[in-house]
């Protein structure tokens, strides 16, 4: 026996085969040599392999690892693919069956991991037919792109999609075209593919001449029910497309957002989730009485409604007045990256009596953001206007002279509130905080988030109160009850000195809590501890009593309204809650579908 190893029933078995070896005095076979040394190779792998399944990792389920291997797929496959099928995505998927012999195993046992098919080759070659294999009877997600001008292709089913089709039809459940004619459209869903619950058609060319006829694209994609498009929506998928819950659009055509898209909401009563991305503008021969006005199409079960980059006389905003969408929907608009309007898309929306949605304002939020911010979260929330839960939640930049609120927009109940989030440093002559104040003279609860040191502005603008009978010079906010006001720095005596001269000047205020944020120093210590006070205005008139609270009655933090608000103008979204990242479907990501 080797010196050094331990005695055990398979070491000792191990030690007498190379105690034999090395008394080998031409007895042994050299076929038989050549097995035992096979045979150490082997015992070199299952050392490996046994030792390899202690890891942590490995420890894990099968069913566990097979959901870590689909959620490293780069691509979003559902509704608006974010990333398409390449030989980047088969060289990572295919190294996950090269790491090891469990991981290998794992793999190939989940025929899901190998159902994203690509068609946009010639042909699939013996890699996309092994992928194939691997997939069993997965639902399989297909795609195909082809880099060709739709004016030099031929008016025929790419091959490869129709052998695809044609032999894995009832598997599709997904399906990705770019680049193409309606009529190949056509063509490529002239078969029944009765699973098929996703359709995504990007850059489909406009045909004046697209052929009308055939049998009902409802009748041969029965499960369809989420579909995106952009540029064009083919005719006859536009007259015959029902039952949708999910539907994506970009960058289409004003004819596509008359009587055919409202017929085509008509017959999905059960939508979900729609979004409109940058839709073309009006044409200056196309009058607004074009759009059927007088039409409403009830979508009881829309949730999101999202509207990005829309110009100011858009389309869109003529038949949103004939949509009626249920009074808790996720309502948001984003105006054009480019373009800094004034009233931020608010003006154009229709009045309350079109759009039940705005009959509930009760609280309205504006976040005044740094003009030149480097953050991507604060470029993409810039001009953005969301409805939703009763709120009202307007961003635009510090740069803006002037908000103008249409009188929907002006709740004027007890229960109305005011929240501003200044982020950035006023200038000196900005009359933008004034200007939206004043067009508020009913407030009675005001919420001031101010994070740019605003308190020696903000102060001045509402220490002047003037009573009801000074009717031709009230001051700002003459009804104001209420006041909660988040900062930072040691600007409390400026809003207690402020907040004593309105209730000795009479004013109706009845409470102000001021929320004191810790700071950190330059050597990153909090130089002050957070601090919350309440003022209450006494019984006696012009009296008042202050007194701190405790952490329990803190309530919220400056950084919860800040998010909350971040987080209901972030526009678009995806169904499932993300962010849509600027790339609709595949746009600037060609490139990979050749590699």
């Not at 040394?37 to 390899?52: C, D, G, P, T, W």
């Not at 049998?215 to 498009?229: H, Q």
């Not at 009675?444 to 994070?451: K, S």
């Not at 309530?555 to 790339?583: F, W, Y």
Request: proline fraction near 6%.
């Amino acid at each position: 026996m080797p010196p050094n190893v331990p005695s055990s029933s398979l070491l000792a078995t191990l030690s007498a085969v190379y105690e034999e070896i090395l008394r080998d005095n031409g007895d042994i076979a050299d076929v038989e040599m050549d097995n035992i040394q096979r045979m150490s190779f082997q015992l070199i792998e299952a050392v490996k392999y046994a030792r390899n399944r202690r890891a942590p990792i490995n420890r894990l389920p099968d069913e566990i690892l097979e959901i870590i291997f689909l959620l490293a797929q780069p691509y979003h496959a559902d509704f608006i693919p974010s990333w398409p099928i390449s030989t980047r995505w088969l060289r990572q998927m295919v190294a996950v069956t090269h790491v090891c012999k469990r991981w290998r195993d794992a793999a190939l046992l989940c025929p899901s991991l190998w159902s994203a098919v690509n068609t946009c080759k010639s042909r699939l070659g013996d890699v996309g037919e092994d992928l194939l294999r691997r997939s069993g009877s997965a639902p399989l997600n297909v795609f195909y792109f082809t880099s060709r001008h739709p004016y030099d292709q031929l008016i025929q089913a790419p091959p490869v999609l129709e052998t695809v089709i044609l032999n894995h039809g009832h598997r599709i459940t997904r399906l990705h075209i770019c680049n193409v004619w309606p009529a190949i459209v056509y063509k490529i869903l002239c078969r029944p593919l009765p699973f098929l619950a996703v359709l995504s058609l990007c850059d489909i060319a406009d045909d004046d001449h697209e052929p009308d006829t055939g049998l009902s694209l409802a009748e041969l994609t029965p499960r369809l029910r989420k579909l995106a498009v952009s540029f064009h929506i083919p005719r006859r998928l536009q007259r015959s497309v029902a039952d949708l819950t999910h539907l994506a659009l970009y960058h289409v055509d004003y004819v596509s957002l008359r009587d055919g898209f409202l017929d085509m909401l008509g017959r999905s009563p059960c939508l979900e989730y729609l979004l409109i991305i940058d839709p073309s503008e009006l044409p200056a021969h196309i009058t607004p009485a074009s759009f059927s006005a007088h039409r409403k199409v009830s979508l009881p079960n829309l949730r999101q409604f999202y509207l990005s980059d829309v110009w100011l006389d858009s389309p869109v905003f003529y038949i949103l007045a004939s949509i009626d969408m249920p009074d808790d929907c996720d309502f948001r608009i984003k105006s054009c990256q480019n373009f800094d309007h004034p009233d931020l898309r608010i003006s154009p929306l229709p009045s309350p009596t079109r759009v039940h949605l705005l009959q509930h304002i009760s609280r309205v939020q504006v976040e005044i953001a740094v003009q030149d911010s480097e953050m991507e979260d604060e470029r993409r929330r810039r001009g953005c206007v969301a409805v939703h839960s009763g709120t009202l939640f307007v961003t635009l930049h510090c740069g803006v002279d002037h908000l103008a609120f249409p009188s929907w927009a002006i709740p004027t109940g007890s229960d109305a509130r005011l929240v501003l989030i200044i982020r950035a440093r006023l200038g000196s002559e900005s009359t933008l905080f004034t200007g939206i104040l004043q067009q508020w003279p009913q407030l009675h609860a005001l919420d001031i988030v101010d994070e740019g040191h605003n308190t020696a502005a903000i102060c001045s603008a509402l220490q002047d109160y003037k009573p009801h009978y000074a009717a031709a010079r009230l001051g700002l906010c003459h009804e104001l009850e209420r006041i909660e006001w988040y900062t930072t720095g040691h600007d409390a005596d400026r809003i207690w000195e402020m907040v004593g001269r309105r209730i000795r000047g009479g004013s109706p205020l009845r409470e102000v809590q001021v929320r004191i944020d810790s700071v950190l120093d330059e050597s990153g210590v909090c130089a002050d501890e957070t601090s919350v006070h309440r003022l209450t205005a006494g019984q006696r008139a012009g009296s008042y009593e202050m007194r701190r609270l405790p952490y329990t009655e803190w309530g919220r933090s400056t950084k919860d309204i800040i998010q909350m608000h971040c987080e209901a103008v972030l526009a678009p979204r995806l169904p499932e809650g993300n962010a849509l990242d600027g790339d609709w479907i595949w746009d600037r990501k060609f490139s990979y579908m050749m590699e």
